[in-house]
């Protein structure tokens, strides 16, 4: 191996996260985007990489509650912030109601952007309990899938706020 | 064909329930690990002290390489080598063709090392790999790689590259083109001539892309000196390992390819990429496992579908088809080992389609250019025909004022003679009217044509378009490992639950759960007592993997006729056990009971362990020899010809689906944008096995073909550089600019497979490509304009209208 | 430290244009200077003034009851922009125009509302009239060292907007911003169709063939790249004018 010159040194920091709930500490380099240092650091690898530009959302996450692409943040600008990845979504072994209404939709295919629309639909539920067929395709409009065409995403967003909207009539 | 012979068979007969997720069918087995983000994809490997290759690519269309310097990238810290096209051909032989047009007789083809050597012949052709303990210090030494380069004439354009004085790809080629592929029948000339009319068209199609989301990537690992490992993003592991063990002269045996879940292929990850032997080369060269995971810029730089259709056909006042003429050029960039050229082959044997006209001359010319080659991509070229065709029949529909549906039934062949040979093809079954006639009904065709003639009214430009494919599926070629059979081994083991293994694998598309539903329904266990094994070449029987529709012609029923073996061993076991016949044993509810004695019943468990304990052939009551719950079997469509008839036909398709659909279109006049407002379908891809499965299949195809035929291109500047180099050049379908797709099956059985099956997977992007061409034509026809450049942009389709303005008002 | 790092150094907003040039190697930098803790997400109102800071996302925009009541071309705006609301609440406005990638939607509207730019650098503050401060595509008027605290405006609560792009990951290829001008006369700024905004005041909105003739001959110089040539840009720029226009003037579509 070579020895690495102090010059070549590349710029690093240590940053704390809280992701899915617990407490990181992380050495990053400065460079280093958010979404990499999911994958390769904190071995969360749920959340993809598709396009490295901001265009297919694969590498959404939700920084202080706020959904994201990691992809177009520097590890280092959420110091401290509040992470939720896909990994995170629900308690270990359990799926939360859009997860489950995914599923019972046939919403995915090959699962790759699956984070994106996951996170893009949970944004839009909060503050649009009874959203239109269209307002989930604008929801959706930072979001690429190759695979469905989209109809069964779509469905799958009405089907999780229908069992809310139940679920609340229920109780 | 087989009859699904379990209590709990769900197979469906009526095809005419509307789209929607029926409950009786499986969910996508283990959905909750992708829904949780735990599932494994190639780039979430990690093997320990794994380092990162990045490629040098050649800034030049056309360069001969004089010469590399490396050694101030090797100087780099972290850079652990470089490697070179020349050094690598020491390495391992030229990477063999995913189909060589060699093997086709009389075709022009080339030998491809595992990078550049002597020259390149595209911009972005990879000329030296990189090794670095960071991907950012290899990307970072790419850069430090001096190459000097003697720059070539290049060209770019196919008509271009087939003058006499263009600049030869390939010295040792007499021109730039790979062959003249003829598909013949009957005397065109003729009748187009004696026809009482006659028309003309240049169609041509924008150069696409599969774009899966999760682009390719390996993972080599020389992990003795004699055994690799390589995880690949590929469609095909058992080919893959095949290849490697000629590529790198080691016993086959000794290497294990492990394709982990893909991320979405559409062609684009058959086998064929240098890549694939490249981090083996640079895993032995550096002694550690090597990671290279291909950027979307260099993704983008893959091709596909670039044609130029020259069309001319002749009909009678019917709007009945005489004769047609089509003189295809395919601009197929440089031609590579890659799977793309294939396409037009396959788009040349895939006329007449679905209509009946038994004169027609085809030529398809594929062509090389300094642009990068192509890939293999989803409907494998078979959809350039049926553009081509259903263009034909709405230009006939619009010169006689017949409605383009009433110019389809007139036209469409009959099921007469199925299965059997028709045209070029051994069809198995077909009702081509059928299927029109329920998306007229389905979609409310009198309907749309109302809303349309309404909207007309108000000066708005509403468009409704048909499109119409025949989708050849299953092929398999001869003396080649691109096969229509396919292996599964299934495993019972003594707790009761399964493993099937098979030699197909899932880019997604659900033959993972549907093999696995199969098996369980063979049991009468749940699915979640069966665990199916894909893409692994050490746990997984010897298959070619996925392409083509083929799941459920092929491993689905191997693991079936598996199943079915290892049941009739215990219904032996168990009828010796119980003393009765047979027949009289039935499987259900996770349980083996006798019809004859409600008190004769075990569960699935418990008969699997007692198969374990006392099947023995020194026991009379076991019934059978050994405890033997585990059986391979191979399994595939019988609908092959390959020893030419008397007419010289061949027949390499296992089966021929069809799909019909219906878009409507607003287009804003000033603009030339197009609204895609409604998109309907009906397919028949013979029996549906899950039609949860296969609604999503057409979902995503018709997707592709609305995105193609509006949006994607990806155009070349003059130096040969591809302009689009990212998904906002490279314009995808997003939620927003498509409908919601709706769909509906006929089924008309395949009589040549397992389950009645035909493939499913490739039908939508065709009928969808037309259907949005035929749309827009029919949208902006009331200004007298046309349309047949694709894709169909707004400013193409603005100077359409212009045109057509400067026309009607010189 | 901006200046010590001159050259070598950027400034993001949101970094949703830059991250993605640094990540393909487009664009170099040594530092990249975040905004996020200056304070400058606010949207106030002083003096007769609206101030925009330099962290106000577009979600900021199309959520502010003061500017859909004062500059309502803004929030009209931010409603077309793509990229969902991962893009929207990260993307700053302000950063849009520095970046002033001519084929977007913020410098046009910012243009067409005569916005002030406060700068901020080694040598203290200066404010320039978007005018002057929008050079030409990718280059405006920072000096080494400044930086864009906030933009500012006189309050326009009208506003028509008018964007045309091929798909929705479509880059703008025409907008037009309409607002009030005196006597009834409207000033129409398009964006993405040259290098610079293009601005054409017409005295009757109303008179399509004035209107056509005016921005057809204001255009000399239309923008082209992949996704349109400048003579498309060029031949439905009128149109999108008169769209902007219709809806300063709530006609019905």
Redesign the interface.
């Known amino acids: 191996m070579t020895t690495t010159e102090p010059d070549d040194e590349v710029p690093t920091r240590t940053i704390r996260l809280r992701v899915n709930g617990r407490q990181r500490r992380v050495t990053i380099e400065d460079r280093q985007l958010l979404v990499d240092v999911l994958r390769h650091e904190l071995h969360l690898t749920g959340t993809h990489a598709g396009c490295y530009n901001g265009d297919c959302a694969a590498c959404t996450v939700r920084v202080d509650g706020r959904i994201a692409k990691s992809c177009l943040l520097l590890a280092a600008s959420v110091d401290g912030c509040e992470l939720r990845t896909i990994e995170g979504i629900s308690p270990e072994g359990e799926l939360g109601d859009i997860q489950q209404a995914f599923w019972d939709s046939d919403a995915f295919q090959c699962g790759f952007c699956i984070a994106g629309h996951l996170f893009a639909i949970e944004d839009l539920l909060e503050s649009n309990p009874e959203p239109s067929d269209s307002d989930v395709r604008q929801a959706l409009t930072g979001n690429l899938c190759r695979c469905t065409g989209y109809t069964n995403i779509v469905k799958a967003a009405q089907l999780a706020a229908q069992r809310r909207r139940d679920a609340v009539e229920h109780t | 064909m087989d009859v699904l012979q379990s209590s709990n068979s769900v197979t469906r007969v009526d095809g005419t329930a509307e789209s929607?997720?029926h409950e009786d069918q499986p969910?996508?087995q283990h959905?909750?690990r992708?829904?949780?983000?735990?599932?494994?994809?190639l780039?979430?490997i990690?093997v320990p002290g794994m380092l990162h290759a990045a490629l040098a690519r050649s800034p030049h269309p056309h360069a001969r390489i004089v010469s590399i310097d490396a050694t101030a990238a090797e100087a780099i810290?972290?850079?652990e080598v470089v490697l070179t096209g020349e050094r690598a051909a020491g390495m391992a032989k030229p990477v063999p063709h995913f189909m060589d047009p060699g093997l086709a007789g009389g075709l022009n083809t080339a030998d491809f090392g595992v990078l550049a050597v002597g020259k390149v012949r595209w911009v972005g052709e990879p000329v030296a790999a990189v090794v670095a303990d960071s991907l950012?210090t290899a990307?970072a030494a790419v850069t430090a790689i001096a190459v000097e380069y003697e720059i070539l004439p290049a060209v770019f354009e196919a008509e271009d590259a087939m003058r006499a004085e263009a600049p030869r790809l390939f010295e040792h080629w007499p021109d730039n083109v790979i062959g003249h592929l003829p598909n013949t029948e009957g005397d065109a000339d003729a009748k187009i001539r004696d026809a009482e009319y006659r028309a003309s068209a240049r169609i041509t199609s924008g150069r696409h892309q599969?774009?899966?989301?999760?682009?390719r990537g390996y993972v080599g690992s020389w992990v003795t000196p004699d055994r690799i490992e390589l995880w690949a993003a590929t469609q095909n592991p058992h080919v893959l390992r095949t290849r490697l063990a000629d590529m790198l002269g080691l016993s086959e045996e000794r290497i294990r390819v492990i394709a982990p879940?893909?991320?979405?292929?559409?062609g684009y990850k058959f086998v064929g990429f240098p890549e694939e032997v490249l981090v083996c080369l640079l895993s032995r060269l550096t002694g550690a496992p090597v990671k290279w995971i291909e950027?979307?810029?260099d993704e983008l730089l893959a091709g596909g579908r670039e044609f130029t259709h020259d069309v001319e056909f002749g009909f009678n006042a019917d709007g009945v088809l005489e004769g047609f003429k089509v003189r295809s050029v395919g601009n197929v960039g440089c031609l590579a080992s890659w799977s793309g050229w294939g396409m037009a082959a396959q788009g040349c044997f895939t006329y007449p389609g679905v209509y009946k006209c038994a004169d027609y001359a085809v030529e398809v010319i594929p062509v090389v250019t300094n642009k990068a080659p192509w890939s293999g991509f989803r409907a494998y070229g078979k959809e350039q025909a049926n553009l081509v065709l259903d263009r034909i029949m709405d230009l006939i529909s619009t010169k006689l004022g017949i409605d383009p549906a009433t110019v389809r039934f007139r036209n469409f062949q009959s099921s007469e003679g199925m299965p059997g040979w028709v045209h070029n093809k051994h069809i198995d079954s077909a009702n081509y009217a059928g299927a029109l006639t329920k998306l007229l009904q389905f979609a409310d065709y009198d309907g749309l044509r109302r809303r349309q003639a309404e909207a007309r009214k108000q000066g708005r430009l509403l468009g409704v378009g048909l499109g119409y494919e025949l989708t050849p599926e299953g092929g398999e070629m001869f003396d080649s490992l691109t096969r229509g059979h396919d292996s599964a081994t299934v495993r019972v083991h003594p707790s009761g639950t399964v493993t099937v293994a098979t030699g197909i694998t899932s880019?997604?598309?659900?033959n993972d759960t549907t093999i696995a539903f199969v098996v369980a329904r063979e049991f009468g266990i749940d699915l979640d007592r069966i665990d199916t094994i894909q893409g692994d070449t050490d746990r997984a029987p010897y298959g070619f993997g996925i392409m083509g529709g083929r799941a459920a012609m092929a491993g689905t029923a191997a693991a079936a006729d598996a199943a079915r073996e290892i049941r009739r061993h215990m219904i032996t076991f168990t009828a010796a056990e119980w003393g009765c016949a047979p027949e009289q044993i039935v499987f259900g509810g996770g349980s083996v009971r006798a019809t004859h004695d409600e008190s004769k019943s075990m569960s699935f468990e418990e008969l699997a362990s007692s198969i374990y304990r006392r099947g023995s052939n020194g026991s009379s009551q076991s019934g059978i020899t050994h405890a033997d719950l585990e059986a391979t079997k191979v399994a595939g469509p019988d609908n092959f010809h390959h020893e030419p008839d008397e007419q010289g036909r061949i027949n390499f398709y296992a089966s021929y689906p069809y799909c019909a659909a219906v878009v409507v279109v607003e287009v804003d006049g000033?603009?030339?944008?197009v609204t895609v407002q409604e998109c309907s379908a009906v397919d028949d891809c013979g029996a549906v096995l899950n039609s949860?499965?296969v609604?999503?299949q057409l979902?995503?195809?018709?997707?592709?073909g609305i995105g193609g035929t509006?949006?994607e291109d990806l155009?070349y500047d003059e130096t040969g550089i591809s302009?689009?180099q990212?998904?906002?050049?490279y314009?995808?379908?997003?939620?927003?600019?498509?409908p919601?797709?709706r769909v509906a099956h006929q089924e008309t059985p395949s009589p040549f497979t397992r389950f009645g099956t035909k493939g499913a997977g490739d039908s939508g992007i065709g009928s969808g490509m037309a259907a949005v061409l035929n749309a827009v034509n029919d949208a902006i026809a009331p200004l007298g304009a046309q349309i047949h450049h694709l894709p169909l942009?707004?400013?193409r389709i603005?100077n359409a209208i212009?045109a057509a303005g400067e026309m009607t008002h010189p | 430290m901006l200046l010590e790092h001159h050259g070598n150094a950027a400034v993001v907003g949101g970094g949703t244009f830059l991250l993605p040039r640094m990540t393909r190697h487009l664009l170099e930098y040594e530092h990249v200077v975040d905004l996020k803790d200056l304070g400058l997400r606010q949207i106030t109102s002083t003096d007769g003034e609206i101030e925009i800071g330099a962290s106000v996302s577009y979600v900021d925009v199309l959520e502010s009851d003061l500017l859909r009541s004062n500059l309502a071309l803004l929030p009209r705006m931010a409603r077309g922009i793509t990229g969902g609301r991962q893009i929207t609440q990260q993307g700053t406005l302000v950063g849009a125009v520095c970046f002033h990638f001519p084929t977007t939607d913020a410098p046009g509207a910012v243009f067409a509302l005569d916005a002030m730019v406060d700068i901020h650098g080694p040598d203290g503050r200066r404010s320039v009239p978007i005018s002057d401060f929008l050079i030409d595509a990718f280059v405006v008027d920072l000096r080494p060292g400044e930086f864009v605290s906030s933009m500012r405006f006189a309050p326009q609560p009208s506003g028509g907007y008018c964007k045309v792009k091929h798909s929705t990951g479509s880059w703008p290829i025409v907008t037009a911003s309409a607002v009030p001008g005196p006597g009834g006369s409207v000033r129409i700024t398009l964006g993405a169709v040259e290098s610079l905004p293009v601005v054409v005041t017409v005295e009757d909105p109303l008179d399509r063939t004035e209107l056509k003739h005016r921005v057809d001959s204001a255009i000399t110089a239309p923008w082209s790249d992949v996704l349109a040539p400048g003579s498309y840009r060029a031949d439905i720029a009128a149109a999108v004018a008169r769209r902007a226009v219709e809806d300063l003037m709530g006609v019905p579509k």
């Open positions: 929607g997720r969910r996508r959905g909750d992708i829904l949780t983000g735990r599932e494994q994809y780039d979430d990690s810290p972290g850079v950012a990307e599969p774009v899966p989301m999760e682009t879940r893909m991320g979405g292929s559409f950027t979307r810029a880019p997604g598309t659900g000033e603009t030339g944008v949860n499965f609604d999503s979902y995503g195809a018709l997707a592709q509006l949006w155009p302009q689009a990212s998904l906002k050049e314009l995808l379908p997003r939620a927003s600019d498509l919601a797709f942009s707004p400013p603005l212009k």
